[in-house]
Nanobody, 124 residues
Framework: QVQLIESGGGLVQAGGSLRLSCAASSTFNTAVMGWFRQTPGKEREFVAA????????YLADSVKGRFTISRDHAKSTVYLQMNSLKPEDTAVYYCAATQKWILAIRSESSYDYWGQGTQVTVSS
């Protein structure tokens, strides 16, 4: 069982930056870690993911050029650096992880472990 603890959410003005962190209780055998986001009444949406060993990065088109994902092996932590934030980025952001090598990296159903979520609010 892997526990994921997110931090770093908050309120920021449009154009600002935030960095989200997700600390895993263990990254032993972790294959992929990612970030999803959800707004009320909508389905959870893929934001970014990284293959833990290889470092391959995947980003949603809506965040390319503004967000990046990275990981720190020693700290068992994945980060989501969010720059040039827009009001439409407002959502609860969830960290996710799986120990399986997955193809459908943008699919919510591919992930086995989830964090509790952290709120990001971007004011206009």
């Amino acid at each position: 069982q892997v526990q994921l603890i997110e931090s770093g959410g908050g309120l920021v003005q449009a154009g600002g930056s935030l960095r989200l962190s997700c600390a895993a209780s263990s990254t032993f055998n972790t294959a992929v870690m990612g970030w999803f986001r959800q707004t009320p009444g909508k389905e959870r949406e893929f934001v970014a993911a990284i293959r833990w060993s290889e470092g391959n990065i995947y980003l949603a088109d809506s965040v390319k050029g503004r967000f990046t994902i990275s990981r720190d092996h020693a700290k068992s932590t994945v980060y989501l650096q969010m720059n040039s934030l827009k009001p439409e980025d407002t959502a609860v952001y969830y960290c996710a992880a799986t120990q399986k090598w997955i193809l459908a990296i943008r699919s919510e159903s591919s992930y086995d472990y989830w964090g509790q979520g952290t709120q990001v609010t971007v004011s206009s």
